[in-house]
């Protein structure tokens, strides 16, 4: 198991578990439509709002983030908040939330607020909150064995943006480096973007997993211009192993990317670190620190 795969699929293992119980839990709000706010995925946290949603996400304020990105939704909550708690919680804090992470529900079919089960209320609930949008974190390993399972996706992915166009909320697709492995003479990635509708289907694209992938993300918005309104900016420590790093660390030319915004159609950016080797409260305001200095 390389590094790529023994990471993602340990963390999506203890997500699924955070997922499940998350209804026991208090709660989050977030971005601004302009791509000069900084955000923040929650899951670099997930360990700390486990234990203390609202304290840590109070923390996440005053460090300077505008916008966060949730996780973990499920059975009609939020952190184990109702739509209403969090949204008010979140403007309590000048948080607001644009965007959310979601699953399949084939890994976890009694999960409810997955694409495959409870979606409607999913999409509802994220509606009250001010999302906009609505994006499919990852697909677990016995879910992709195949490239029909891709062309399957596909057809999933636009039946779900289609609920979500009726709310008013984009839905859009994570990617990971698996989706660039081929199949068949195939590439993943490449069959869901042919496969669904380019308007119905947005890509919120994981600069880092894609330069892992040894993906030129500039290259990724020229061929599909205006098809990413969504990335996640996280680094990529300069060793072998090629592990995560807070933005302005590693290898990663954010700024190359960032000159790239109107090719991609960029609308909020967020901060993210799978694993961090430092504290992960001190990682995302080194990130946050670094994001600030680029020219967006």
Known sequence: ??????????QFLKWSALATSVALLPTCNTFAASSKTVGLQLYTLRDLMAKDPDGTLKKVADIGYKEVESFGYS???????TAKEYSAYLKSLGL?????????????????????????RAVDDAA???????VCAYLFPDE?????????????????????????????????????????????????????????????????????????????????????PLWHIKDMEKTAERAFAPVGTGSINFQRIFDAQKTAGLAHYFVEQD??????????????KNVEKLKV
């Open 1 to 10: 198991m390389n590094y790529s795969e023994k990471i993602t699929r340990q």
């Open 75 to 81: 059975d009609g909550k939020f952190f184990g908040k």
């Open 96 to 120: 607001s939330a644009p965007s959310g992470h979601y699953t399949t529900g084939k890994t976890m079919p009694n999960m409810k607020g997955t694409l495959t089960n409870d979606w409607k």
């Open 128 to 134: 009250a909150i001010g999302q906009k949008y609505m």
């Open 144 to 228: 992709r064995k195949k490239l029909d399972d891709y062309k399957q996706f596909a057809d999933l992915f636009n039946k779900s943006a289609e609920v979500c166009k009726s709310a008013g909320i984009q839905f859009c697709y994570h990617n990971h480096d698996f989706e660039f492995k081929e199949i068949d003479g195939k590439i993943p990635y490449e069959v869901l973007l042919s496969g669904t509708d380019k308007n119905l289907v947005k890509l919120e694209l994981d600069l880092y997993w894609a330069t892992f992938a040894d993906q030129d993300p500039v290259e990724l918005f020229k061929k599909h211009p205006g098809r990413f």
């Open 275 to 288: 694993v961090c080797k430092l504290p992960p409260l001190e990682s995302i305001a080194i990130s946050y």
